[in-house]
């Protein structure tokens, strides 16, 4: 748990804004706000605290401009109502977003330079300068500010004996769980990499792509259709993708043919991540230097992660798009940043990358943070208020979006949050019902999160498309339907039951795979960008000892790992029970293997199973081809089920697709609407799901004396199983002495 010395609750937090008035010149409003933050159920408030000339001014001169003189009202405000502050250090990442509202220049500790030699506005991550700027401020902020700082104690986990406490035992269970005593601060906020082309910044980028092609200008040379001699005489307009291509974005074909523009558009993105990666391992060093007490939880995007909502199909014309919010065009692989911080995560928002309010947006973000912070302490995130382009609350109930971070195992969150104009509203606007389901989800997680015991179970891993996540932006073709198979996939899992996690290489890489009996392997058409040898290495021996994969049609990864491919077909219904029309954006037959499902009208095998002999033969056969030093092991005991259809995409669809013309009157089902037990008969035969409970719109998150369930859906539904405890958001209405959970609400259940 993540325990505040403020009231002894679970961290609960939100960021309040003074930038924009009346924050920024109104007492009265910061007064009146910090009550009404207490009453929400928060007990600590995030400042908005930028390096501005104003704050450098306060630590060298003592003037106090308007900006600064309200923040340290804030800060006295926030301890009169019982609160505890910490600090959004915005500043050397997200702070050049917002000139429009600085009234001096930002404080750049070096920045960047344009091709044409202007300066670039951004700041240059790898710069000692930039660093120990940022250094100097957190450190300044913290030796003036930093006594009345929120305070939290990091236990070494759950206690096995907390469900069984009653309320009045609890301060003492949280107590016992206690162990460390650390100050969150969120900095390295919404992080940006920019490219620099002056001299540092060639050398630095043409030495980033001499290790890439491991010294061999000639692979360089293949993949740009260049002719350099050596890497030294690269100019940027022959290896940065804009100068060379202009500011279009990738075509699905250029990524799928591997032409120029991809491999310049792929090495700039790889270039970004390991920058971000460089500059996060840095910086976890210099923080803590003289602050060691300090735990780093950066929001590292403000608009979720690769679920987030496609922007430009949205805006109207009074309302800009930000290309940034596509974290694919900034790329970060927060995966790989986890190691670096002390609990990885950013803001989810429930809405679809086509923007539909769906709560599993959240859960599946959630079990992604899950995963990046496995044995540590996981701050959730989410977005309260009228969000741009949906009023996403109308919809959902912030307490149903607290039982779900729940169930997800959630150890805290922090929320955006209070007096952010510029987003459409906030909570501070919201109307009545919003701010009672909101207090009354944070009054219910603070009495549930410490009720859980051990870590959230384990059935099912989701394979996240890393490469796809860093390297393909919405605008690519198809690319939306492509993201909606991961949430598709997981959507499944959770409607059937299932436990599933969000992980990526680094976890199978780190032997994480031999925790889950089944993989899932999402849509991912950039898989093939980088090389897998280790992991697949790995996932082969996973399988051959008893793991079960599924992918979707023409799959990268199947096709090294196990030489499994299938023949590209078009669109059609296939036949399992029920004759179902599939939806997404590829289709698949197979010639080999067991086939589970056919297409209709004799159109081939669409779903297929590899197994045994047949498995053991193909996979030998496709190590052999690829000259792998890998030795033989003996027979797969797993096994591969390879859907010619895009099942996660089919399950997460929001239109509903017409009868072919062809078939007439034949009777014909979108997936969501077949009732098809096809993905649950193959997952049953090798996990039955802890939770009991197969019912679409119910989600559990169980643990090991327990479970969270959330009902998502309008109706209210009868839970089925019984309990020793019941802790519910609202009272339970009864069905002839059954225990019935209202809709878009949860209840955690303990069992004795």
Request: charged fraction near 25%; aromatic fraction near 12%.
């Amino acid at each position: 748990m993540l325990v505040s010395r403020t009231d002894g609750r679970p961290y609960i937090n939100v960021i309040f804004g003074n930038f924009y008035s009346p924050a920024y010149d109104d007492e009265s409003f910061i007064d009146d706000t910090m009550q009404l933050i207490k009453e929400l159920g928060f007990n600590s408030v995030m400042f908005d605290t930028k390096a501005w000339e104003d704050f450098k001014e306060r630590y060298e001169t003592g003037a106090l401009s308007q900006y600064v003189k309200m923040q340290e009202y804030m800060g006295a405000s926030a301890r009169e109502h019982g609160l505890g502050y910490n600090f959004l250090l915005l500043y050397l990442n997200g702070d050049n977003l917002y000139p429009h509202i600085r009234f001096s220049p930002p404080i750049y500790g070096e920045e960047t330079v344009y091709y044409d030699g202007r300066p670039g506005k951004w700041y240059k991550y790898w710069s000692a300068r930039a660093k120990y700027s940022m250094k100097e401020h957190v450190e300044r902020i913290m030796e003036r500010y930093g006594d009345g700082c929120e305070r939290c104690v990091v236990s070494g986990g759950q206690s096995e004996a907390a469900g069984e406490r009653d309320s009045d035992e609890r301060d003492a269970v949280r107590e016992e769980c206690g162990n460390e005593e650390v100050i969150p601060v969120c900095s390295m906020w919404d992080p940006v990499v920019a490219p620099s082309f002056d001299e540092e910044g060639r050398q630095r980028y043409r030495e980033f792509l001499r290790t890439l092609y491991h010294n061999r200008i000639d692979q360089l040379n293949a993949a740009y259709g260049t002719d350099a001699g050596d890497f030294a005489q690269l100019e940027p307009e022959e290896y940065w993708y804009s100068l060379k291509d202009g500011e279009g974005f990738l075509t699905e074909d250029e990524i799928h043919k591997q032409t120029p523009r991809f491999y310049r558009w792929r090495d700039q993105s790889l270039w970004k991540a390991k920058e971000l990666e460089l500059y996060f391992q840095d910086m976890q060093t210099l923080l803590k230097e003289k602050n060691p007490q300090l735990f780093l939880c950066p929001d590292l995007s403000q608009w979720g992660y690769f679920l987030n909502i496609y922007g430009r199909s949205q805006a109207d014309a009074d309302n800009e798009f930000s290309d940034l919010w596509d974290t694919a065009v900034r790329g970060i692989d927060m995966y790989a940043l986890a190691p670096y911080l002390d609990s990885c995560h950013f803001i989810t928002v429930p809405v679809t990358p086509d923007g539909y309010p769906d709560a599993y947006v959240v859960s599946c973000q959630h079990s992604m943070m899950r995963v990046m912070n496995e044995g540590r302490q996981m701050i959730g995130g989410i977005y309260w208020g009228r969000y741009i382009y949906n009023d996403l609350y109308a919809f959902l109930s912030p307490a149903e979006m607290i039982g779900t971070m729940t169930a997800c195992g959630m150890d805290g969150y922090t929320c955006y949050g209070v007096n952010g104009l510029d987003d459409g509203g906030v909570l501070n606007r919201m109307d009545q019902s919003f701010l009672d389901a909101l207090a009354l989800g944070n009054r219910w997680c603070g009495e549930v999160i410490p009720m859980r015991a051990g870590s959230r179970k384990k059935e099912i891993a989701l394979l996240f498309p890393s490469e796809m996540a860093l390297m393909e932006p919405f605008e690519t073709g198809d690319n939306k339907i492509r993201r909606l198979d991961l949430l598709g996939w997981y959507k499944l899992c959770c409607d059937l039951g299932y436990q599933a996690d969000v992980i990526s290489s680094h976890q199978i890489l780190q032997g994480g795979l031999s925790q889950y009996r089944i993989l899932v392997v999402p849509a991912n058409d950039c898989y093939a960008a980088a090389a897998h040898d280790e992991s697949e290495a790995k996932i082969r021996e996973w399988v051959r000892s008893g793991g079960v994969l599924l992918h979707g049609p023409q799959d990268a990864l199947a096709h090294s790992c196990f030489g499994i491919a299938g023949e590209p077909c078009e669109k059609m219904p296939y036949q399992y029970g029920k004759t179902i029309i599939p939806q997404g954006a590829a289709f698949c037959r197979y010639k080999s293997g067991k086939s589970i499902a056919e297409y209709i009208d004799g159109a081939g095998c669409c779903v297929a199973e590899y197994a045994g002999d047949l498995l053991t033969e193909l996979a030998d056969q496709k190590i052999r081809t690829e000259y792998t030093q890998e030795s033989r092991a003996g027979s797969y005991l797993g096994a591969v089920y390879a859907f010619g259809v895009q099942i996660g995409a089919s399950y997460a669809a929001k239109n509903i697709p017409h009868v072919p013309y062809g078939q007439g009157n034949q009777e014909m089902y979108p997936l969501i609407q077949s009732k098809t037990t096809l993905v649950q008969d193959i997952l049953d035969r090798y996990v039955t799901p802890a939770s009991g409970i197969r019912e679409r719109g119910i989600e559990t998150g169980v643990f090991a004396n327990g479970m969270v369930i959330v009902n998502h859906r309008s109706e209210p539904y009868e839970l089925p199983v019984a309990a020793h405890t019941y802790i519910y958001q609202y009272p339970p209405q009864r069905r002839d002495d059954r225990q019935v959970l209202a809709g878009h609400s949860a209840v955690w259940v303990s069992h004795k």
